[in-house]
């Protein structure tokens, strides 16, 4: 459906969502369901300049360019953990865009390591990203 994917990029992508999905499970951030529902996201590599989620046809892409561009460790992880932190957003909460439970979403599935690389994403990005992160070190795993 995702004009100009690699499939090349696809078998890359797959890895990297499996392993995210596998540690975020492993801390306990996330549900078993959620891992479940999260790994039947498709991750398409694609020919653009920005990924983006396709809610309604649980696919997520990643723009070719980032699986080689030169940012630093782990920004194909970061890539790939921002699209699918939509999908668990909207699964959780219902919400769209980068709001603050979008943030709440990839502080519970991106490795803390590399969530410094939202930081070049949007302006506002270090402030919801520490409003996030406290909202999820207090109610945790109760996210209800
Ligand atoms: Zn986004």
Redesign the pocket.
């Known amino acids: 459906m995702v004009k100009g994917y690699c499939r090349q990029g696809t078998v890359k992508c797959r890895q990297v969502s499996d392993r995210i999905i596998k540690s975020a499970r492993k801390k306990g951030t996330i549900t078993a369901y959620e891992a479940r529902y999260l790994s039947e996201v498709t991750v398409w590599c694609v020919d653009q300049g920005r990924?983006?989620?396709y809610y309604r046809h649980n696919d997520v892409t990643i723009p070719k360019w980032s699986l080689t561009e030169e940012k630093g460790c782990g920004y194909i992880t970061w890539y790939v953990a921002?699209?699918l932190?939509?999908m668990l957003a909207k699964k959780r909460w219902g919400t769209r865009?980068?709001t603050v439970d979008?943030y709440r979403a990839l502080v519970d599935i991106c490795p803390r390591q590399h969530q410094s690389h939202e930081y070049g994403?949007q302006k506002r990005s270090p402030k919801k990203l520490r409003q996030a992160r406290a909202i999820q070190k207090e109610k945790g795993y109760d996210r209800r």
């Open positions: 990924g983006r989620a921002h699209e932190s939509h865009g980068h979008f994403y």
